[in-house]
C-alpha cells in the first residue's frame, strides 16, 4: 500500500470517530477523538500529492494548465457537495442556496481556500517556502491577538467550532509542510525511533491541549498547532516505515489492503454523509448505534 492510500484512510477514520460522541457507550465519549489530526493529516496529504501536479504545471512553459488544474479540484469536491445537498432536500431537511457554493461545512470551505494558497505558492512563491510557512504563523498570532482585542474573547479554544477560522491558518501550514515532504521524497527515511517521537508529541499535543483548556491558558494555545505538526510530520516517518517494500506489515496490507484504499478514496464523500446517518443512529444504545452508523456510511 502506498502511504498515501494509508494516510488517507487513516485521516478518514479518526475526523468519521471524533463524530461518535453520542455511539460511545454514556461516560465514554472521550474516545471519540483524533478529529484534529485527521483533518491536519488530509491537509498534509493534500499538499504533498498537489505538489507534484503543480510541478508538473511549472515545468510547462507559460502555465496552460492552471485552469484545468483548478477545474479537477473543484469538480471533485462540489458534485459530492450537491448530491448530497440534493439528497437532504429530498429527505426533507432545510438547504439554502448558498449552501451549493458556500458550504455550511467549514471542512469544505477551508479546503477550497487552501487550494487557491497553494497553488499561487507553488507556482510562484515557493523558493520562499520556510518564510511564508513563519509568516503564516505570525498572522494566526496577530489574527488570534486581534480577535481577543476587538472582542474581549478571553475564553477563545483555538480549535473549538466556535472559531473555526483560527483552523485555517496551521492547516494551511500542514499543507504546506505535506509540500516540503513532497519535495525532499528523495532523501526521505524512516528512522528506528520515528514511532517514538510520535508518541511523545502525540502525548504532549494532547496533554498540552487539556492543560490549556482546563487552566484557561490563553496565549499559551498557540503552541498547540505546533505539536500538532510534529505530530504529523512523524506520523508520516513511521508510515513511510510501514511502507517500505519488503515490510511485513506492508506485505500484508499490499495483500488485503484493498477494502482499505477503497475507503481513502472516499474522505470527502464519507465525511459528508456522516452527519445524517450518525444522527439518525443516535438513538440507540451502544453498540448497535455505533455498528450501524459504521455499515450505513461506509454503504
Request: hydrophobic letters at 50%; charged letters at 10%; one cysteine or more.
Amino acid at each position: 500500500m502506498d502511504i498515501v492510500s494509508l494516510i488517507r484512510f487513516i485521516a478518514t477514520v479518526l475526523i468519521t470517530n471524533s463524530h461518535y460522541d453520542d455511539l460511545y457507550p454514556q461516560g465514554y465519549s472521550f474516545l471519540s477523538t483524533g478529529g484534529m489530526i485527521g483533518n491536519a493529516l488530509f491537509f498534509w496529504v493534500s499538499g504533498y500529492t498537489l505538489y507534484f501536479s503543480l510541478k508538473k504545471i511549472n515545468s510547462n512553459n507559460g502555465g496552460g494548465n492552471s485552469i484545468y488544474w483548478f477545474l479537477r479540484r473543484f469538480m471533485r469536491i462540489y458534485p459530492s457537495l450537491w448530491i448530497f445537498l440534493l439528497f437532504l432536500l429530498c429527505i426533507g431537511s432545510p438547504v439554502k442556496w448558498q449552501d451549493f457554493f458556500i458550504s455550511t461545512y467549514w471542512f469544505i470551505n477551508a479546503i477550497v481556500i487552501c487550494y487557491v494558497l497553494y497553488f499561487f505558492y507553488v507556482r510562484f512563491f515557493l523558493k520562499y517556502g520556510k518564510y511564508i510557512f513563519v509568516l503564516v504563523g505570525l498572522a494566526l498570532a496577530v489574527y488570534f491577538a486581534a480577535s481577543t482585542w476587538w472582542g474581549n474573547l478571553d475564553d477563545i479554544v483555538i480549535e473549538s467550532p466556535e472559531y473555526i477560522s483560527f483552523r485555517w491558518f496551521y492547516l494551511f501550514q500542514i499543507m504546506l509542510l505535506g509540500g516540503y515532504c513532497a519535495s525532499h521524497r528523495n532523501y526521505a527515511s524512516s528512522k528506528k525511533w520515528d514511532w517514538l517521537w510520535l508518541i511523545v508529541f502525540l502525548t504532549i499535543y494532547y496533554a498540552y491541549k487539556g492543560i490549556c483548556i482546563r487552566y484557561d491558558i490563553y496565549w499559551g494555545q498557540l503552541l498547540i498547532p505546533v505539536f500538532l505538526m510534529g505530530t504529523i510530520f512523524y506520523a508520516y516517518k513511521t508510515l513511510l516505515g510501514i511502507c517500505k517494500q519488503g515490510n511485513m506489515v506492508n506485505t500484508f496490507l499490499q495483500k488485503y489492503g484493498r477494502p482499505l484504499v477503497f475507503i481513502s478514496t472516499l474522505t470527502l464523500d464519507i465525511y459528508l454523509i456522516q452527519f445524517v446517518v450518525i444522527k439518525f443512529f443516535a438513538d440507540y444504545k451502544f453498540p448497535i448505534g455505533f455498528i450501524g452508523a459504521t455499515i450505513t456510511i461506509f454503504i
